[in-house]
């Protein structure tokens, strides 16, 4: 993310959220929940990444190409930002 403060990274995520249309883009919720995580707000950062692709999850199997991309790319970026060892959870974006 762009250098910053904590606290103008947060406000600005705290400014931007109720800005932002609900269903989407998905991409917008990915990078909160980014921010979010860098700030050590990690429940925050949860639910924010369960936003990004939630919208996109569609029956009968609830799933849809773009979740597959979505969560194997940030799922691998967010393990890296936390500096979480994949291997000792047998996750499968190593």
Request: hydrophobic share 40%; charged share 20%; glycine share 6%.
């Amino acid at each position: 993310m762009w250098p910053m403060s904590d606290e103008v990274k947060e406000n600005d995520l705290l400014a931007y959220e109720p800005l932002t249309r609900t269903d989407g883009p998905a991409m917008t919720w990915s990078m909160h929940s980014i921010g979010f995580t860098e700030l050590g707000d990690f429940d925050k950062a949860q639910r924010l990444f369960q936003r990004s692709y939630e919208t996109y999850v569609r029956p009968p199997f609830n799933v849809s190409y773009l979740t597959n991309l979505i969560v194997l790319f940030f799922g691998s970026f967010y393990f890296n930002i936390i500096g979480m060892d994949r291997s000792s959870i047998g996750c499968w974006c190593s």
